[in-house]
T-cell receptor, first 112, second 115 residues
Framework: AQTVTQSQPEMSVQEAETVTLSCTYD???????LFWYKQPPSRQMILVIR??????QNATENRFSVNFQKAAKSFSLKISDSQLGDTAMYFC?????????FGAGTRLTVKP | DARVTQTPRHKVTEMGQEVTMRCQPI?????VFWYRQTMMQGLELLAY????????DSGMPKDRFSAEMPDATLATLKIQPSEPRDSAVYFC?????????????FGPGTRLTVL
């Protein structure tokens, strides 16, 4: 079974600084998808970024980028120029054949 | 090793039938969450409980959905009557803390297909 590990339960960063959230996963599969979701105090889960395992190029979405290391089974999220609105829980997720697994989450606080 | 369990893992049913999904949170966790994942909507929070009391179920269609925690070891999500648009994967998660700002451990999900 695939497992997803987020080893940082909590993190904080100063506004405008950069922060990296870590995620590792365990799988024997070669083709799969990886996601980062954000859950702000407003509750709903928001898809931040997605990466296809067959793509070597790291995905980016504005201030959000990933460092995907397939051999190391690592999928970290970098948030640049952190904003107060980035304060939220962040979940890493792995998907293969519509079977999805989530990490336990990292609580990120952006401080003014 | 402790994990959230969900049953059934897969369910195929016909429109109009009642569907009950079950979740066993990690022992000692006091918050339980229900999510629905669809291609169109992504991952939506349906409801969450703390100490078995519903804190927020505003994300859940009230006319056909109901969520309960009969006891600390069981959470249920019921759909009656089910409709094809309810087809989705339903995730349960549990957490040891105070709710949405705390860690959540997800179950494997129940894949529901309503024909």
């Amino acid at each position: 079974a695939q497992t997803v590990t987020q080893s940082q339960p909590e993190m904080s960063v100063q506004e405008a600084e950069t922060v990296t959230l870590s995620c590792t996963y365990d799988t024997s599969e070669n083709n799969y998808y990886l996601f980062w979701y954000k859950q702000p105090p407003s509750r709903q889960m928001i898809l931040v970024i997605r990466q296809e395992a067959y793509k070597q190029q790291n995905a980016t979405e504005n201030r959000f980028s990933v460092n995907f290391q397939k051999a190391a089974k690592s999928f970290s999220l970098k948030i640049s120029d952190s904003q107060l609105g980035d304060t939220a829980m962040y979940f890493c997720a792995f998907m293969k054949n519509n079977d999805m697994r989530f990490g336990a989450g990292t609580r990120l606080t952006v401080k003014p | 090793d402790a994990r959230v369990t969900q049953t059934p893992r897969h369910k195929v049913t016909e429109m109009g039938q009642e569907v009950t999904m079950r979740c066993q949170p990690i022992l000692g966790h006091n918050t339980v969450f229900w999510y629905r994942q669809t291609m169109m909507q992504g991952l939506e929070l349906l409801a969450y409980f703390r100490n078995r009391a519903p804190l927020d179920d505003s994300g859940m269609p009230k006319d056909r959905f109901s969520a309960e925690m009969p006891d600390a070891t069981l959470a249920t999500l019921k759909i009656q009557p089910s409709e094809p648009r309810d087809s989705a994967v339903y995730f349960c998660a549990s957490g040891p803390g105070q709710g949405l700002r705390d860690t959540q451990y997800f179950g494997p999900g129940t894949r529901l297909t309503v024909l």
